[in-house]
């Protein structure tokens, strides 16, 4: 009997994936709109630090949002951070104040200046992980990291980076698509990946486990494609396979730094540890005692190290 492993792809189709994905980006035109000033409640209104968002309009894929930060000294590496599943928008003054020019990008325009937008959620939640799914993986993350891998290239243009230094990084869904980053740039000299709590780890693990907390968004409708139309869980399996970083180990050669919660429930701690076990390269794993999933104080402390020595 077929089992969902069975369906994963090869290194092989992994590494042409990831080779895709950065032609894509490449080809992808990008306009980009810097007009729009940052919006601060006036109960936190000062800032230290500048930034500015970004309107960014593709014909392909529709128009995103940005959030960049120039480094203060005028010239630095670069920081690219991803959001979390709830697509919040996120500055980092601390990582401008150390010195790197940080852009948080926003695929799919799920977030805005002005708030979510949520004529594009399905129900409570963003439709990106499950449309991966019914769309065998034509749609969903493909188009996510495209988006994401096209603005990191906007990045080394800009004025004021050093474009042969720069890294990724993220919290929960923010720190698996990082890491998928890091393995699609693996080849243009990506410096470090630094994942808090990633979602996106070994949905094998997952759907063998008592708790599969947030991969149950997508392993329920997998499994009703595996009894409803068994000719199609191959595709939908290897849609999966192909986000799964647990398929991109054998790239993650760069330094890479985890970090686990040891009560998360939402991201498994034993997920994120299969993951290391399998890192071919410098690695580092902290697991937090007493941590639920959510965006974690130490993770930044231990990126911010990491950086410094990587970056």
């Keep these: 009997m077929e089992r969902p492993s069975d369906y994963y792809p090869a290194s092989e189709e992994v590494d042409a994936w990831c080779d895709g994905i950065l032609r894509r980006a490449r080809d992808l035109r990008v306009k980009v709109d810097m007009s729009i000033a940052p919006v601060y409640d006036f109960r936190l209104g000062v800032r230290h630090t500048g930034g500015v968002y970004l309107n960014c309009i593709t014909e392909e894929l529709g128009e995103f949002y940005c959030f960049w930060q120039p480094c203060p000294s005028g010239h630095g590496p670069v920081l690219v951070h991803v959001p979390g599943y709830g697509a919040e928008m996120s500055a980092h003054p601390e990582l401008v104040a150390d010195g790197y020019n940080v852009l948080h990008v926003n695929p799919l325009g799920y977030a805005t200046p002005h708030g979510p937008d949520e004529a594009k959620k399905e129900g409570d939640s963003w439709p990106v992980l499950p449309e991966t799914v019914r769309s065998r993986g034509e749609k969903g993350y493909v188009d996510w990291l495209t988006q994401a891998a096209a603005m990191t290239l906007w990045s080394w243009e800009q004025d004021g980076v050093d474009a042969g230094r720069y890294a990724f990084f993220g919290t929960s869904q923010g720190g698996g698509t990082a890491l998928l980053l890091a393995s699609i740039f693996r080849d243009e000299g990506v410096r470090a990946a630094a994942a808090d709590v990633p979602f996106l780890v070994d949905f094998l693990l997952a759907a063998e486990g008592e708790f599969p907390g947030a991969y149950e ?76 999933h959510g965006y974690t104080t130490p993770f930044l402390h231990l990126a911010r190290a990491w950086f410094r020595l990587y970056v």
């Design 217 to 292: 968004l997508v392993l329920d409708p997998l499994r009703k494609i595996a009894e409803r139309h068994p000719e199609e869980a191959a595709a939908a399996w290897k849609a999966i396979g192909l986000i799964d970083v647990m398929s991109h180990a054998h790239r993650l050669a760069m330094p890479t730094l985890l970090t686990a919660g040891q009560l998360d429930e939402t991201c498994a701690a034993a997920n994120i540890r299969s993951l290391f076990e399998k890192l071919p390269g410098t690695r580092s794993y902290t697991e937090l005692a007493g941590q639920g």
